[in-house]
């Protein structure tokens, strides 16, 4: 007979992390650990700054959502909710113009859940606020596992935007080709170990963080001209790029893929890149295109990770 051990919750956070500052913000900064919270909200979280100055005060972690423009801030609580910290949060979102609102608590007061709940009722779309909370288990003597429950989150957060009538027949079938598009990758257990789900949009193109702030991966569907291409992009690190062109044998050997690489001096960015005929309109040729894709993001993404440390 099979021995089962039980698993128990830890209630008191602070035996793991003793201090909020000192011990939990600088743990969950780290790319593992703040992996786990972007796993549990959706989102590509890139850590830019721990204890970001907001005017005589300081946010827990001041954030980015990867290959997007939109802010994050993340307020930390090792307690219950108060109306302390609800105030916090609202003053560093303000003060940072953020996008997205993310406080992170032990336990979630039933009227913070409905302060939560009104926000993102009552503000503008763009803007989202979560409230989560951190669970800890072990099991017998084992080390402790995290997890993130969220509480609460914006309304649409998770499910597939509805069709908008405002839309013209372009933009659906760029909506429709993403979502089409994650919902087939996904289901490739290497591809979904090295890359998040994104809430997909009527933009022509699609963001992937590989890990780094300094560069991601972009899938771009070119309607005009019946294509589509992944891309490492690399917004405004010349020094990076030189580095990787450094290494371009390496590299275009690793990813035994045809990469071409371009310099934009005008636009301070640079990018390396790989593209194929692909009929968009045709639906039934989908499937192909994106088992393409998905090759080509992981194969790029392993070729180039080991030259961004």
Known sequence: MVNLSRLEEI????????????????????????????DA???????????????????????????????II?????????????GKLITYASGKSADVIIWVVKHAREEHKAAIEWLNNYTDEKIGFFLCEIKLYRIGTSEPAVKFEVIEKPNDWTKEVKKNESANGT?????????????HVFQNAQFAKEFKRRKPSTNHWMNYSIGSSDCYISVTQL??????????????????????????????????????WYELPERKAS???????????????????????????VKIKKAFKKYLS
């Open 223 to 260: 309607v005009n001209r019946n294509g589509i291409n992944v891309c490492l992009y690399i917004p405004n690190n010349m020094e990076l790029y030189e580095s990787f062109l450094a290494n371009r044998e390496s590299i275009n050997k690793a990813a035994d893929i045809p990469l071409s």
């Open 171 to 183: 933009q659906q079938q760029r909506y429709d080709y993403w979502v089409a598009f994650q919902d």
């Open 41 to 71: 909200v959706g989102l590509d979280i890139t850590v830019d700054e721990i204890e970001s100055s907001v005017g005589d005060f300081n946010v827990d972690i001041f954030a980015s959502e990867t290959g997007t423009d939109r802010k």
């Open 74 to 86: 993340i307020e930390n609580q090792l307690e219950d909710t108060n109306h302390d910290h609800l």
């Open 271 to 297: 990018k390396i890149i790989i593209e194929r005929p692909a009929e968009l309109s045709d639906q039934s040729k989908w499937k192909e295109q994106f088992d393409w894709l998905a090759d080509v993001m």
């Open 11 to 38: 209630k008191d956070l602070r035996t793991v992390w003793p201090h909020e500052a000192l011990d939990f913000t600088p743990w969950l900064s780290k790319d593992d650990n703040i992996a786990l919270l972007a």
